[in-house]
């Protein structure tokens, strides 16, 4: 069992549709990433939180530490936002150490 | 400016030949890192590096190589290139862990090894 588990792996939406992403990890975290990977392969960190909630536009990311589980949100959500979603736990103790969840894989319709 | 650049952008080459894969950053940041991206866009940490300094060494082949000339640079190195090492590689870096700044990728280095 991968120490960072994402759900669902695949999540097709049609444009407007309100879109969670889940992320549960067992290991012992200082941070938590969302990364978004486009077609073409760049990845963008989108978040990095360590508790509670956080909000840029559209997106919405939480961490709740105590169930080590961490969500996604994407509202009104866009044929652009279609890209994989990627949570990675930010070790505690080592440089940097950044352990990752497989994707999701979102596709968005018109 | 890029902040984070790798060439080449695209590798392919034969089995056994050596081949080097540069990065840059120009972010004044004191870490960076090699992850590796499989088939299966599962990605994993290979190397991280601190001011110069290795700090982590993930279990991966001594065929693989990192050099950090200074702490803007991290070049990885692959010796005797097989087939399983045909994979994304991606350069990263990021400001100490704790300041609540977050991590930059390079746009990946795509390795076929034929």
């Known amino acids: 069992k991968n120490e960072v588990e994402q759900s669902p792996q695949n999540l097709t939406a049609q444009e407007g549709e309100f879109i969670t992403i889940n992320c549960s990890y067992s290991v012992g975290i200082s941070a938590l990433h969302w990364l978004q990977q486009h077609p073409g392969g760049g990845i963008v960190s989108l978040f990095m939180?360590?508790?509670g909630k956080k909000k840029h536009g559209r997106l919405i990311a939480t961490i709740n530490i105590q169930e080590k589980h961490s969500s996604l949100h994407i509202t009104a959500s866009h044929p652009r936002d279609s890209a994989v979603y990627i949570c990675a736990a930010l070790g505690g103790t080592s440089y940097g150490k950044l352990t990752f969840g497989q994707g999701t894989i979102l596709t968005v319709h018109p | 400016d890029t902040a984070v650049s790798q060439t080449p952008k695209y590798l392919v080459t034969q089995m056994g030949n050596d081949k080097s894969i540069k990065c840059e950053q120009n972010?004044?940041?004191?870490?960076m890192y090699w992850y590796k991206q499989d088939s299966k866009k599962f990605l994993k940490i290979m190397f991280s590096y601190n001011n110069k300094e290795l700090i982590i060494n993930e279990t991966v082949p001594n065929r693989f190589s990192p050099k950090s000339p200074d702490k803007a640079h991290l070049n990885l190195h692959i010796n005797s290139l097989e087939l399983g090492d045909s994979a994304v590689y991606f350069c990263a870096s990021s400001p100490p862990t704790g300041t609540g700044n977050t991590i930059y990728f390079g746009e990946g280095s795509w390795l076929t090894v034929v």
């Open positions: 939180l360590s508790s």
């Open positions: 972010l004044g940041h004191d870490t």
